[in-house]
Each structure stands twice: as C-alpha cells, then as structure tokens.
C-alpha cells in the first residue's frame, strides 16, 4: 500500500482517556475532558486516527484479552456516539524488558499500523503523556505532541527524548495541528 496520508497516531491511557494504574475493564473507562472535540478536529482535517498503546498488563495477568477488547470496544462505541471512529488499534501486551519490537519506543507497531494503513508518518503527528511515547514518534519520522495529562506534566522535564511542541491537552495539540496545516500545507 502506498504511504499517502497524514495521521494522527495517539497514546490511549493519559492521552485519550483518564491514566489508571491498569485499567482492568471497560467501568473504568473516562475519555479525559475534551478528547471528542479534538478528535472531530483532526477528522475535520482530513487525518486518520490510529490508536497505539502499550498494555503490560496483559502479560502481567492484571487482565486479559477479552477485558482489553471489552475496554476497545466501549472506547470505540463512545466514538461512534459523537460520529468517530479509529481507523485502527495497535496494542503492545509485551512486558518492557520483554525486547519485542512493538513495544513504545520501539517503531514496530508505528511502522505495521503505516504498512496497513498507508500513513505516510513523515507528514503524521504522534500525540502521548511519555516519554517513551515522544521517543517513538522521532524514531518514526513524526511530528511529537507531549501532552501535560497522564504523566506528562510530570515527564515534561524529565531527562530523554524531546517532543517538538509540548500542551496541555489533546485539544490543545489539534489547535496546533489546525494552525500547522493551514500555514504549511501539510497535508
């Protein structure tokens, strides 16, 4: 498939929805306040809309596939609600020192989502709460978004990688990537 279009890849726990300590099951689900406008934004930008999210958890038993599919479900019914949808949902269920290479930062699960897809990532946006999540974004060639949920506030001057613009919130890095395409024309 050829890479011809800009996404927008997002981090789920701290990014889209409130960060739990390993969200368990679909109850515990909150979309973080303003997350629906910003993403009919990026829609209404013409991006797609990935979801990459590493889940540990699974390995460690804390849940298991059906409670995580549950979670994805109700994420993508919710969505649905408001006339969105995710073009796709990318999942880690790697422990970190498990040396997978589709654990964040590693690029694998950017790069499977850009073959599947057709992202072309050098015009697409990574948007996370982590490091981890800002380290992956470079190494895919993306423009980086660390948002001050989640963990971000506390990351923000955290040693490691850099992200190329640092907001409050998802909303807040759509205005940005509002402003980016219309004075660039990146798409």
């Not at 654990?103 to 850009?114: D, E, S, V």
């Not at 978004?145 to 759509?174: C, I, K, M, N, Q």
């Given at each position: 498939?050829?890479?011809?279009?800009?996404?927008?890849?997002?981090?789920?726990?701290?990014?889209?929805?409130?960060?739990?300590?390993?969200?368990?099951?679909?109850?515990?689900?909150?979309?973080?306040?303003?997350?629906?406008?910003?993403l009919?934004?990026?829609?209404?930008?013409?991006?797609?809309?990935?979801?990459?999210t590493?889940?540990?958890?699974?390995?460690?038993?804390?849940?298991?596939?059906?409670?995580?599919?549950?979670?994805?479900?109700?994420?993508?019914?919710?969505?649905?609600?408001?006339?969105?949808?995710?073009?796709?949902?990318?999942?880690?269920?790697?422990?970190?020192?498990?040396?997978?290479?589709?654990?964040?930062p590693?690029?694998?699960?950017?790069?499977?989502?850009?073959t599947?897809?057709?992202i072309d990532?050098?015009?697409?946006f990574?948007i996370?709460?982590k490091?981890?999540?800002?380290?992956?974004?470079?190494?895919?060639?993306?423009?980086?978004?660390?948002?001050?949920?989640?963990?971000?506030?506390?990351?923000?001057?955290?040693?490691?990688?850099?992200?190329?613009?640092v907001?409050?919130?998802?909303?807040?890095?759509?205005?940005?990537?509002?402003?980016?395409?219309?004075?660039?024309?990146?798409?």
């Amino acid at each position: 498939m050829a890479l011809t279009r800009a996404f927008v890849l997002l981090d789920r726990d701290g990014t889209l929805i409130e960060e739990r300590d390993y969200l368990r099951g679909p109850d515990g689900l909150r979309l973080l306040p303003n997350t629906l406008a910003a993403l009919r934004r990026f829609r209404a930008l013409g991006l797609g809309l990935v979801l990459v999210t590493n889940q540990s958890g699974l390995a460690r038993g804390y849940f298991d596939q059906q409670a995580l599919d549950a979670i994805h479900e109700r994420l993508r019914a919710w969505l649905a609600r408001d006339g969105l949808h995710l073009d796709g949902i990318y999942v880690c269920p790697h422990l970190p020192d498990a040396g997978c290479a589709c654990r964040k930062p590693r690029p694998g699960l950017g790069l499977r989502a850009a073959t599947e897809l057709g992202i072309d990532l050098s015009r697409s946006f990574v948007i996370g709460d982590k490091r981890s999540d800002i380290a992956w974004g470079l190494h895919l060639g993306a423009m980086t978004f660390l948002v001050r949920t989640g963990h971000g506030a506390a990351e923000e001057g955290a040693p490691g990688a850099r992200a190329h613009h640092v907001v409050d919130d998802l909303l807040h890095a759509s205005e940005f990537v509002q402003r980016h395409i219309h004075q660039r024309g990146r798409m």
